[in-house]
């Protein structure tokens, strides 16, 4: 379980993130919501390691993430899946997904593990030894995701999985997260723009605004009130 | 034809102590980006650790293996030390800094060992190869120099290729972040491949000081051809740098056979010239790959 308490960021004089708390639990999805700019990806950047905050903590099975390199939160089970280019492209498929494998699964598993994936994704399956850059938009995105899954995180970070993504494979990347959370009791954090698709499989949801949590509940009180989505989400 | 063939040979062997040069600095420019103007010095001092040994009674072998497993340590240590720090700054930092450790290397150089130009031994001999009844300007060190640094290229090739550790060094080239992200101890891999690096250019310190005035400078021009090769092999390809090294020293052997020894230095400048106005991503490099 992730626990986040008064986290605060700071780019030089500019607040990124002021004291932000919130938890997300195992088989849940916790969605995070805002306009551009308002600290979303800051969120899970510092969340993994690649952003140090100045103020507050978080927490995973009371463990400290802040002040933890990124290669070491990864080796405790938290998957970050970073926004767009996430891909290796000078890599191939199958070299992408075992790369995944190296960090937290031993030497044996690790060819069942990338088989996993390719039975989850059939396209990818069929693609193992073509370079990445030859993927496309929802290619690459399942390649992310099944990277970040064969190392069997315990709490996977997304950053905007939707992005780009026709509504069709938008739709199926999100019953794949549900499917996954609920099957696998995995955590999620799902940071996203599209909160109207965000909303429908989050068991909870904060918006964020210029770094601040405005909002904090159940999914579908937030979509039922109208100022709210005007204001924040946009729809 | 004579002068032909041994001209051909003396390039061969030439061009593959270029491929060692261009070799460190490939696995250099891959790991951190940088141009790693200090490789040749590096060499040169490792060598000369090599020279200390040998004049104090330590056999050739044992000094040869000493030299390239200091080259690795010296190649960790500057990485940690003078690169590490400058991560996330501007890229010509860290290069700046490589000409300092050059500048720095041939001063300490030569106060330890002196600015004089001297020999150093050769592990095999060094009299041309007789082939039916000529002789040939080929000799039993050439055909050791060529195993050698074609040994070292295909285990480097080997170890991307075939191996969980070259992947993740390979990972960690393209995209330090997102293989941080997997977990991957980027800094560890950039540390391994500058001791790779210097090992590589140690290597190529010790089978070309034979052949040279042996001098704290006797490398700088080495560096220059060897920079060339990578140049033209892409700077990101290992296989791009043996085939850069082949074709410089193929290239400086024939201008030097023909025109004259003066004009092999201008030779290398205009070759990489053309090469980067003609195609500035090298013979093996891709326009999206090329990052310095």
């Known amino acids: 379980m992730l626990q986040v308490e008064e986290l605060s960021v700071r780019y030089g004089q500019v607040r990124a993130l002021e004291g932000v708390s919130f938890e997300a639990r195992d088989g849940r999805i916790t969605t995070v919501l805002g306009a551009n700019g308002a600290g979303k990806t800051t969120l899970l950047r510092t969340l993994s390691g690649l952003v140090r905050n100045q103020a507050g903590t978080a927490r995973f099975d009371g463990q400290p993430l802040t002040g933890r390199r990124p290669e070491i939160i990864a080796r405790m089970g938290v998957a970050h899946v970073p926004e767009g280019r996430g891909v290796i492209a000078e890599l191939t498929v199958d070299e992408n997904l075992r790369l995944g494998t190296f960090s937290r699964l031993r030497r044996v598993e690790r060819r069942a593990a990338v088989d996993e994936v390719y039975e989850r994704f059939p396209q990818l399956g069929d693609r193992r030894r073509r370079s990445a850059s030859t993927l496309s938009g929802g290619e690459r995105q399942m390649l992310v995701i099944g990277r970040a899954l064969v190392s069997r995180p315990r709490l996977l970070l997304l950053d905007e999985p939707s992005l780009g993504l026709s509504p069709i494979v938008s739709a199926q990347m999100m019953a794949t997260l549900r499917e996954l959370t609920s099957e696998a009791g995995l955590g999620a954090v799902l940071v996203e723009q599209n909160a109207r698709s965000a909303l429908s499989v989050a068991d909870w949801a904060i918006v964020l605004n210029l770094g601040r949590i405005v909002v904090a509940d159940e999914p579908a009180r937030l979509a039922a009130d109208e100022s709210l989505r005007r204001h924040y989400l946009g729809f | ?292």
């Open chain 2, 1 to 292: 034809m004579g002068l032909f063939v041994d001209i051909l040979l003396s390039g061969v062997a030439q061009g593959m102590v270029f491929a060692a040069v261009a070799l460190g600095l490939v696995l250099i420019s891959r790991a951190t980006g940088t141009i790693n103007f200090a490789q040749g010095a590096m060499g040169m001092f490792t060598t000369f650790i090599a020279f200390s040994l040998l004049t104090h009674g330590v056999g050739y072998w044992p000094a040869f293996v000493a030299a390239l497993a200091m080259g690795f340590v010296l190649g960790a240590v500057v990485e940690r030390t003078l690169v590490r720090p400058l991560r996330g700054k501007p890229a010509l930092n860290p290069v700046i800094v490589t000409i300092g450790l050059l500048i720095v290397l041939e001063g300490v150089a030569g106060s330890i060992w002196g600015n004089v130009a001297r020999g150093f031994p050769a592990a095999f001999s060094q009299r041309g190869l007789v082939i039916g009844t000529t002789r040939v300007a080929f000799s039993h060190f050439d055909v050791f120099i060529v195993c050698a640094v074609a040994a070292l290229v295909v285990a480097i090739v080997a170890l991307f290729r075939w191996t969980d550790l070259g992947l993740r060094m390979r990972a960690a080239a393209f995209s330090p972040e997102v293989s941080q992200l997997l977990g991957v101890r980027v800094g560890r891999l950039f540390t391994l491949g500058w001791a790779l690096a210097c090992a590589a250019g140690s290597l190529a310190g010790l089978l070309v000081a034979p052949l040279s005035s042996f001098s704290p400078y006797y490398m700088d021009l080495n560096l220059v051809y060897g920079f060339t090769a990578a140049v033209l092999g892409g700077l990101l390809s290992p296989v791009g740098a043996l085939v850069g090294g082949l074709v410089t020293g193929l290239a400086i052997a024939f201008v030097g056979g023909y025109v004259g020894p003066d004009l092999q230095p201008i030779a290398a400048l205009a070759l990489l010239l053309v090469v980067l106005m003609v195609r500035p991503q090298g013979l093996f490099g891709t326009t999206e790959v090329r990052r310095v």
